[in-house]
């Protein structure tokens, strides 16, 4: 038998791959004192290179690393090896001169079957751990003394066996002659369960090809599917599967104990050759980079420290998956919950790593994330959190307290009167000094509600003269606002700088004072990723400042309306995002927010270009049980305001959903609500765009865009949404809730009346 031969059973049978053969061969026989060593020239070298095997007298083959120390061995308990020989059905056989057979590969198998070999009651396969590494997996191929064959996970520190996720169904326990005892593989490449009483069990169902032409093996692979293959003599081709078990190995293996088919917090889907696929998914990333099949980790922190429920939820997306689930991470339920609902509440647990939403069912995952399929007959949608990038809330440094140092100096002069004194004085000055701060400390917290008349928050608290100086005397303006002139500045402490936006309102409403202190109370408690966040703020005399987070590029209408059409896809994530911040002042914080001045000029975006709503909180406040507010004035800008600020109508949310209208259009065109320039047919945008709505010619919309037309469909959704948005009647307009969930494809988009019946737009303006 040539080396190659002996090589390529050696290939088969799973034991370690050497390229050099250095032994005396006659008719395949192995003399005592053979050797093969690695030399590493092989693609998947299972030991290192040197290590070497040798065929010994007193334990068979023997496996030694290249240090000398012994890997594996064959354990040769009783009698003494004068020769191992291969035989032609590539059994390697180890014998002594008188007793016979002492030792077999057939025998011994680790994941592979031969034609020829069988496979008894108790005796099993169990798969390699990864697709290079061969020492041993988590997957197991086991005739059970029951007689079912079964596939199954096992526990590789304990060798625990989990539930099977495929049963042969061959134990009969009213007929045990019926049931199955040993598994075969017959020359003529049909594999069977044995039954007691002579029946068998069909493994191999189809017809196969000729075995005198074509080799055979059956594999239970590193991923846990065990597959029978054929492979040409001739030697051209490759190895092709004639059948393998189980059909979808990661909807099959279930749901019990373990990670599935593929690692924790990772995602199993189909191949066309019904192995599995495994993928990390958004905000994850692979534990080991060399095993794809493993587990993944997130790569952001999601715990309970810090801050518990609705810690930092504003720092956190959804990445949505459709038919996908993991089954057994389930810790909560919520019913009946819509879509909005379950994301929210997700985001402000801190447990929560992801959602299923299903026909009014939220159900709640929690990490790890275990068995995670792919499955088209899962209804729903799966929504995994992933870490905003970005969107980590900057930070403005405090300087240093002379009320710390005081605070400081009293404790260290408490700590050296208790030092000094007995244990019952001990013990009333530590009552004392405990009831006496917590006094000082409630009277603080008094001072500092809102009944009062001052503000209940903890945002930083500047001086005028502070500001004055990180603005270097409110020298660089960066824009206007309907209550003030917006200056950047630089907070600088002994360690840091932060870029910040610094507001200087003016007083141009009679209740100004008022407004302030509204504005600073809520924005202080109202986070969201896409509002944008207050930092701190001056109540100094006469002086009433802002300070914001500074975000590098700027509003949405130098982006929209400058010479290049920015990219379609990131302009409907944008108009998406603006919809959900709108969202969550409407209905998700705990004062509901009217906005009343939605434009482009008041969307920043962060450096990753997701939108931030600004200058919210400047308008008349809601409380949770209100519905409506009378008008005291028209606030708002030419070309965003509703029709009702021009009547003796009731003002209420739906008055931001008309302004979202008009900015979702000009986010589809990128074009401004109000051109002169543009002639007096085309000046009006949402006339015009209506026009060409009603006309069939949304490319004119879009100038021709091709990346638009490209998404014809989501186009038209966008523009009839932006219609109802800007319905003339306001019991038309739907909500922010309804204008998401039609955005996002939950709710269908019915066709949009004329949303002015009653009076031409021109006499709006």
């Given at each position: 038998m040539t080396s190659a031969r002996l090589y390529f059973i050696f290939l088969l049978f799973q034991l370690p791959y050497f390229s050099h053969l250095a032994i005396a061969q006659n008719n395949g026989t192995v003399p005592v004192g053979a050797t093969l060593t690695a030399d590493n020239k092989d693609q998947n070298p299972a030991v290192p290179r040197g290590s070497q095997v040798k065929l010994t007298a007193d334990q068979g083959?023997?496996?030694?690393?290249?240090?000398?120390?012994?890997?594996?061995?064959?354990?040769?308990?009783?009698?003494?090896?004068?020769?191992?020989?291969?035989?032609?059905?590539?059994?390697?056989?180890?014998?002594?001169?008188?007793?016979?057979?002492?030792?077999?590969?057939?025998?011994?198998?680790?994941?592979?079957?031969?034609?020829?070999?069988?496979?008894?009651?108790?005796?099993?396969?169990?798969?390699?751990?990864?697709?290079?590494?061969?020492?041993?997996?988590?997957?197991?191929?086991?005739?059970?003394?029951?007689?079912?064959?079964?596939?199954?996970?096992?526990?590789?520190?304990?060798?625990?066996?989990?539930?099977?996720?495929?049963?042969?169904?061959?134990?009969?326990?009213?007929?045990?002659?019926?049931?199955?005892?040993?598994?075969?593989?017959?020359?003529?490449?049909?594999?069977?369960?044995?039954?007691?009483?002579?029946?068998?069990?069909?493994?191999?169902?189809?017809?196969?090809?000729?075995?005198a032409d074509f080799y055979y093996r059956a594999t239970l692979n590193f991923d846990g599917v065990f597959a029978q293959y054929f492979y040409p003599k001739n030697g051209n081709g490759n190895w092709s599967v004639a059948w393998s078990e189980p059909e979808n190995i990661c909807v099959d293996i279930g749901g019990g104990l373990g990670s599935g088919a593929c690692g924790y917090n990772s995602i199993c889907t189909l191949d066309s050759d019904r192995r599995p696929r495994c993928a990390c998914p958004k905000g994850y990333s692979l534990l080991d980079e060399n095993d794809r099949y493993g587990s993944c980790r997130p790569d952001f922190e999601l715990s309970c420290w810090g801050g518990g429920q609705g810690y930092n939820k504003e720092l956190f997306d959804f990445h949505e998956l459709k038919n996908i689930n993991w089954p057994q991470s389930d810790y909560e339920r919520f019913k009946p919950y819509n879509e909005v609902q379950c994301k929210n509440t997700c985001l402000s647990d801190c447990f929560c790593a992801a959602v299923i939403f299903n026909d009014g069912s939220?159900?709640?995952?929690?990490?790890?994330?275990?068995?995670?399929?792919?499955?088209?007959?899962?209804?729903?949608?799966?929504?995994?959190?992933?870490?905003?990038?970005?969107?980590?809330?900057?930070?403005?440094?405090?300087?240093?307290?002379?009320?710390?140092?005081?605070?400081?100096?009293?404790?260290?002069?408490?700590?050296?009167?208790?030092?000094?004194?007995?244990?019952?004085?001990?013990?009333?000055?530590?009552?004392?000094?405990?009831?006496?701060?917590?006094?000082?400390?409630?009277?603080?917290?008094?001072?500092?509600?809102?009944?009062?008349?001052?503000?209940?928050?903890?945002?930083?608290?500047?001086?005028?003269?502070?500001?004055?100086?990180?603005?270097?005397?409110?020298?660089?303006?960066?824009?206007?606002?309907?209550?003030?002139?917006?200056?950047?500045?630089?907070?600088?402490?002994?360690?840091?700088?932060?870029?910040?936006?610094?507001?200087?309102?003016?007083?141009?409403?009679?209740?100004?004072?008022?407004?302030?202190?509204?504005?600073?109370?809520?924005?202080?408690?109202?986070?969201?990723?896409?509002?944008?966040r207050l930092l701190g703020f001056c109540d100094e005399g006469q002086n009433r400042l802002l300070v914001y987070e500074f975000l590098n590029n700027g509003t949405l209408a130098s982006?929209?309306?400058?010479?290049?059409?920015?990219?379609?896809?990131?302009?409907?994530?944008?108009?998406?995002?603006?919809?959900?911040?709108?969202?969550?002042?409407?209905?998700?914080?705990?004062?509901?927010?009217?906005?009343?001045?939605?434009?482009?000029?008041?969307?920043?975006?962060?450096?990753?270009?997701?939108?931030?709503?600004?200058?919210?909180?400047?308008?008349?406040?809601?409380?949770?049980?209100?519905?409506?507010?009378?008008?005291?004035?028209?606030?708002?800008?030419?070309?965003?305001?509703?029709?009702?600020?021009?009547?003796?109508?009731?003002?209420?949310?739906?008055?931001?959903?008309?302004?979202?209208?008009?900015?979702?259009l000009e986010i589809i065109s990128c074009r401004k609500s109000f051109d002169i320039e543009m002639g007096e047919e085309y000046a009006i945008l949402t006339d015009w765009a209506f026009d060409c709505y009603r006309n069939g010619k949304l490319n004119v919309l879009v100038g021709e865009d091709k990346e638009a037309m490209n998404d014809i469909e989501c186009l038209g959704k966008l523009v009839m949404v932006s219609i109802w948005c800007i319905q003339e009647d306001p019991s038309l307009r739907p909500t922010m809730k309804k204008v998401l969930q039609m955005l996002e494809g939950v709710v269908e988009v019915s066709v949009p009346p004329n949303p002015y019946p009653f009076s031409s737009s021109m006499g709006l303006y």
């Open positions: 083959l023997v496996l030694n690393d290249p240090q000398g120390k012994q890997v594996w061995s064959s354990k040769i308990d009783i009698g003494t090896v004068a020769v191992g020989h291969m035989n032609d059905t590539g059994n390697f056989v180890l014998a002594s001169s008188s007793s016979g057979r002492l030792w077999d590969s057939f025998s011994n198998p680790t994941d592979t079957l031969l034609l020829g070999q069988m496979m008894e009651t108790e005796q099993g396969l169990f798969s390699r751990k990864s697709e290079n590494n061969f020492s041993r997996g988590r997957f197991q191929f086991r005739l059970l003394e029951d007689g079912n064959l079964v596939l199954n996970i096992a526990n590789l520190a304990t060798g625990f066996a989990y539930d099977a996720y495929y049963t042969s169904g061959t134990y009969d326990p009213a007929n045990s002659s019926n049931s199955g005892y040993r598994v075969m593989f017959n020359e003529s490449g049909y594999m069977y369960i044995l039954r007691r009483n002579g029946g068998r069990f069909d493994l191999t169902t189809e017809r196969v090809v000729p075995a939220c159900w709640f995952k929690k990490l790890p994330l275990s068995n995670g399929m792919t499955d088209s007959r899962i209804a729903g949608k799966a929504f995994i959190k992933y870490k905003n990038k970005g969107d980590d809330p900057p930070s403005v440094p405090r300087p240093p307290d002379p009320e710390d140092k005081k605070k400081s100096k009293m404790m260290n002069a408490t700590g050296s009167v208790l030092l000094g004194s007995s244990v019952f004085v001990n013990f009333a000055l530590v009552c004392a000094f405990v009831l006496g701060f917590s006094f000082i400390y409630k009277k603080k917290w008094i001072r500092n509600s809102p009944d009062d008349g001052t503000i209940e928050t903890n945002l930083r608290c500047f001086s005028y003269k502070e500001l004055e100086g990180a603005t270097n005397n409110f020298k660089e303006e960066v824009g206007r606002g309907s209550f003030g002139i917006v200056y950047k500045g630089v907070i600088q402490t002994r360690t840091s700088t932060t870029a910040v936006a610094v507001k200087k309102l003016d007083r141009v409403f009679q209740d100004g004072e008022r407004e302030f202190k509204n504005e600073v109370f809520v924005i202080g408690q109202t986070h969201h990723k896409n509002l944008v982006f929209l309306f400058g010479n290049l059409k920015p990219n379609w896809n990131l302009r409907t994530n944008i108009a998406f995002q603006i919809a959900r911040g709108l969202l969550y002042l409407h209905e998700d914080c705990r004062a509901q927010i009217i906005h009343c001045d939605i434009k482009p000029q008041n969307i920043l975006l962060d450096d990753y270009y997701t939108a931030r709503i600004s200058d919210f909180g400047l308008a008349k406040l809601l409380t949770l049980n209100q519905s409506k507010t009378i008008k005291t004035a028209i606030r708002g800008t030419k070309g965003y305001v509703a029709p009702e600020w021009f009547r003796n109508s009731k003002i209420t949310a739906k008055v931001d959903v008309y302004s979202f209208g008009v900015l979702l």
